[in-house]
């Protein structure tokens, strides 16, 4: 069974940084896109940004795009979400997901980040 | 990036059938066959429930069915039953290897 578990959420004062990680296993991780999604307390999902299999392209919501930077490590079987400049507007559940665009199967269970002063 | 438009709340007793639409523009839900389905439950992580608009993962009931028409797409519950009370939220692919998801909707049987 595909299992992917998040680390690294806390609180942080706007204007801070935070790494999320997300560690996988049970699957060939290298041969997988993946993704950050985000869902802030009682609200929807929001896609946040994915990256390729070698880490080599990378995409972002316009609302991250300059902010965040996600990358990955195959070897470590391990993804990661660099997030700088936080807003309380990025006060959020992160999910990592595996997939393709549009559809993802699998998911972790979520860290908190809450961006307060 | 606008979130796709879905209805924030659908009801229906057990045993009946609802529908959720899922409407977009030209550039994500209409250009692509690339709309899934989540449900989630509280606390929970989501779950695919359909995939490339129509399509089923393994393991998740034949009640559930997906459609698309133009702009929009659609979820369909049949036999409606307790566990199927969720939030469910659809999402497209937008292209420039983007997706972007539904603002959910809320499921309760009565």
């Known amino acids: 069974e595909v299992q992917l578990v998040e680390s690294g959420g806390g609180l942080v004062q706007p204007g801070g940084s935070l790494r999320l990680s997300c560690a996988a296993s049970?699957?060939?991780?290298?041969?997988?896109?993946m993704h950050w999604v985000r869902q802030a307390p009682g609200k929807g999902l929001v896609w946040v940004s994915r990256i390729n299999t070698d880490g080599s392209a990378t995409n972002y919501a316009d609302s991250v795009k300059g902010r965040f930077t996600i990358s990955r490590d195959n070897a470590k079987n391990t993804l990661y979400l660099q997030m700088n400049s936080l807003r309380a507007e990025d006060t959020a559940v992160y999910y990592c997901?595996?997939?393709?665009?549009?559809?993802?199967?699998?998911w972790g269970q979520g860290t908190l980040v809450t961006v307060s002063s | 990036q606008s979130a796709l438009t879905q209805p924030a709340s659908v009801s229906g007793s057990p045993g009946q059938s609802i529908t959720i639409s899922c409407t977009g523009t030209?550039?994500?839900?209409?250009?692509?066959?690339?709309v899934s389905w989540y449900q989630q439950h509280p606390g929970k992580a989501p779950k695919l429930m359909i995939y490339?608009?129509?399509k089923r993962p393994s393991g998740v009931s034949n009640r559930f069915s997906g459609s698309k028409s133009g702009n929009t797409a659609s979820l369909t519950i049949s036999g409606l039953q307790a566990e199927d009370e969720a939030d469910y939220y659809c999402?497209?692919?937008?292209?420039?290897?983007?997706?972007?998801f539904g603002t959910g909707t809320k499921v309760t049987v009565l």
């Open positions: 490339e608009v129509s």
């Open positions: 030209s550039s994500d839900v209409g250009s692509y066959n690339l």
């Open positions: 999402c497209s692919y937008a292209g420039s290897s983007t997706s972007v």
């Open positions: 997901a595996r997939g393709d665009t549009g559809s993802y199967p699998d």
């Open positions: 049970q699957f060939t991780f290298s041969s997988y896109w």
